[in-house]
């Protein structure tokens, strides 16, 4: 456990996501408390596990591998009474007990795991945690990172893993030096290693919210630990083989570079981060997958980067299904509100890969690549007043002093507008203002009526 210790480096960068105070305590310790609101927080295996419902995260994993324990011995005994019918061919029998064997290897690869970090299964029968979630999430991820996407493939001049950093480090090859750098939804971490190995800043934090996936990660390039998973294919090529045992390869030994690569178990929505710490984020298929609308994510890109800093985006835009069509932005969407939240769009292109490409049936899909780098603007008062109405647009921005509340508005709609001073935003008066709204009034949407009175005002 060499590294574990080096976890608290990057304390400086670090902050409690509920109250935004600094961590005294090491955060690498089993469990560990903010100082000021007292919320105990947790690490697995070193990792820092900082989510907003702190330790109740690790009980609701427990009960994700609890039902993930349970839902694979239901169809690994389903299939292997399959197997027991009277009347099936031989290599039928054969193929239903390798489906059986590989799922009982996955399952139990992935429960000795947790349990390398003192996680159980639970299942507690109070939980509101129903599904396995996340730990069902991205299995293939952790295959091409560390194992699949090193096979080269005829029709492309890289492998899979080397045309995603390879890319991005074309982008990055002017001599620009970082200091600290982070992924946001860095999954099981090939690529962002990749990059810290290129531009060997001070600190690389890999974020992601996927337990599974980080501590794949970790056991890559901290702890250097080999790994072997199974994959059953149930539409298998013709003769090939359904079940194959995948080893994963760790980074090489002889590197001291580990010691500033950070794995941070957290949502990228209540972050644990500090204000303006990085300076250079990557989001790799990202942008379109978080939860929430681009808009945001621009709020907290402009949260987490320095002035100055520089965003790389990589990734299709294949939106999920409970994204909402307005929030589906396409490329020159996206580019609008980029320049109009203050960035510059430096280099803008596409590409193809292939994308979970599997050596043992060669089938992968193509997908197209959209990669862009942009900066942040030095002056953040300067970026609000550009376009006229941007601070709604992009609620993270200062609203500008100059705008002015309607005299014939209600009390109300004037307690809103007090709160302009050049610097807040929608979401900042939006803060301030929830706690003396009834629940049910959702404090954005109140915030920005009442500042629409200005725009309706001004219109006439
Ligand atoms: C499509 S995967 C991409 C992973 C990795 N960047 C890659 O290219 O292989 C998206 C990743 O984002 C993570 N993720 C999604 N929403 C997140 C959030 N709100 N906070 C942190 N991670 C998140 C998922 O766990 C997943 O690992």
Avoid at 106 to 134: E, H, M, T
Avoid at 256 to 267: I, K, S
Wanted: glycine fraction near 6%; charged fraction near 20%; include cysteine.
């Amino acid at each position: 456990m060499k590294n574990e210790g080096y976890i608290d480096s990057i304390i400086d960068l670090i902050c409690c996501p509920n109250c935004g105070s600094d961590f005294s305590a090491k955060i690498s310790e089993k469990t560990f408390k903010c100082p000021r609101c007292l919320t105990t927080y947790f690490s697995l295996g070193g990792i820092p596990c900082i989510f907003e419902n702190g330790i109740e995260e690790l009980e609701n994993w427990r009960q994700q591998l609890g039902l993930l324990q349970q839902q694979g011995q239901k169809s690994i005994d389903g299939i292997r009474s399959i197997s027991k019918l009277p009347y099936l061919v031989d290599e039928t029998k054969s193929r239903m007990d390798e489906h059986a064997k590989s799922n009982t290897y996955s399952q139990k690869s992935i429960i000795d795991l947790f349990k390398s970090v003192g996680v159980s299964p639970a299942l507690n029968a109070n939980s509101d945690v129903r599904q396995v979630g996340r730990l069902a999430q991205y299995h293939e991820l952790f295959l091409r990172d560390w194992c699949w996407g090193d096979q080269e493939i005829a029709q492309f001049e890289n492998t899979e893993n080397n045309l995603a950093s390879g890319k991005i480090i074309e982008i990055l090859n002017n001599g620009e030096a970082f200091d600290n750098v982070l992924f946001l939804g860095s999954g099981a971490g090939r690529l962002s290693w990749d990059i810290h190995e290129h531009l060997q800043p001070k600190a690389t934090v890999a974020l992601d919210m996927n337990p599974l996936l980080s501590l794949i990660a970790d056991k890559m390039i901290k702890k250097l630990s080999p790994m072997k998973f199974s994959e059953c294919k149930e539409h298998a090529p013709i003769d090939s083989q359904q079940t194959r045992y995948w080893p994963l390869s760790p980074i090489p030994k002889n590197t001291h570079l580990a010691d500033t690569w950070f794995p941070l178990m957290a949502d990228a929505w209540s972050v644990p981060l500090k204000k303006h710490s990085f300076d250079l984020i990557v989001t790799p298929w990202f942008i379109d997958i978080n939860g929430e609308d681009v808009r945001d994510f621009l709020g907290l890109l402009d949260y987490l980067l320095k002035p100055g800093g520089l965003w790389i985006n990589s990734g299709p835009l294949l939106y999920g299904p409970n994204t909402p069509i307005e929030q589906k932005y396409g490329a020159n969407e996206i580019r609008s509100l980029v320049k109009t939240a203050g960035f510059t769009i430096e280099s803008d292109q596409s590409y193809s890969t292939p994308y979970l490409y599997c050596p043992n049936s060669s089938r992968y899909r193509v997908e197209q690549i959209w990669l862009f780098s942009s900066r942040k603007a030095n002056n953040q008062l300067e970026r609000s007043a550009k376009e006229k109405y941007s601070w709604i647009l992009l609620p993270h921005l200062p609203i500008p002093a100059h705008i002015q509340c309607p005299a014939s508005a209600s009390r109300e709609v004037h307690s809103v507008f007090a709160f302009i001073d050049g610097k807040l935003s929608v979401n900042d008066i939006s803060l301030k203002i929830a706690p003396h709204l009834p629940p049910d009034i959702p404090a954005r949407d109140y915030v920005i009526a009442a500042l629409l009175t200005h725009a309706s005002g001004s219109s006439r």
